[in-house]
């Protein structure tokens, strides 16, 4: 079944760490995303790419990095320069549309918690 | 531009009881609806979706929803709630003039209680 795999799991980050969160799809979409999750405040977009090797800022990408060299993969950089990172990401993918009437499908998260 | 108004932070039922959970969009035009649910610390899974063909929608687990124009609202009902139903609810719209986003609802905790 096609999908979407996020790894970790569970992650943690020591002060002045950069870590990196793994998100890879089988399901031959074109466009991904990445999203953070606080409680009480949805979903909140930090960067989203429509097509390999290009992707965009979404509303709070200050201390994150991503890169899109494959179509299936799209890896989250938390840099040491994101002042409160512990939070639950989710990555996401869908069909190429600029309407979006197509949805989204969601991976299984990674909860980052900074020790 | 667009967004979703989600009404109610918390919505407590008792088991066999109607859900009904509050989703309003702002739009000039009709957009695209969905509802999603998320179960602790997993993803979120798609529950339906409304794309301008009938205006009452079913999905899964006994959800329905129902394309209110008039109303600006596409609220999430389901006739008996089961415990299995405790989890956080987000609804979200997109649309021809939404550039690149979706826009999500701050979301909607759903307790059941026995």
């Known amino acids: 079944d096609g999908g979407i795999t996020q790894s970790p799991k569970y992650l943690f980050r020591k002060e002045g760490q950069n870590v990196t969160l793994s998100c890879e799809q089988n399901l031959n979409h074109d466009a991904m995303y990445w999203y953070r999750q606080d409680p009480g405040q949805g979903l909140r977009l930090i960067y989203y790419s429509q097509i390999v090797n290009d992707f965009q800022k979404g509303d709070i990408a200050e201390g994150y990095s991503v890169s899109r060299e494959k179509k299936e993969s799209f890896p989250l950089t938390v840099t040491s320069a994101q002042k409160n990172p512990t939070a639950f990401y989710l990555c996401?993918?869908?069909?190429?549309?600029?309407?979006?009437?197509?949805?989204?499908?969601f991976g299984s998260g990674t909860r980052l918690t900074v020790v | 531009a667009q967004s979703v108004t989600q009404l109610g932070s918390h919505v407590s039922v008792s088991e066999g009881a109607l859900v009904l959970l509050r989703c309003n969009y702002s739009?000039?035009?009709?957009?695209?609806l969905f509802w999603y649910v998320q179960y602790p610390n997993q993803g979120l899974q798609l529950l339906l979706k409304y794309t301008s063909a009938a205006t009452l929608v079913k999905g899964i687990n006994g959800f329905e929803a129902e394309f209110k124009k008039s109303e600006t609202s596409f609220h999430l009902t389901k006739p008996s709630a089961h415990m299995s139903d405790a989890a956080e609810y987000f609804c979200a719209v997109s649309g021809t003039n939404t550039g690149n986003q979706f826009y999500f609802g701050t979301g909607t905790s759903l307790t059941v209680i026995p």
């Open positions: 739009s000039s035009v009709p957009p695209y």
């Open positions: 996401a993918s869908s069909i190429r549309d600029y309407s979006h009437r197509y949805g989204y499908t």
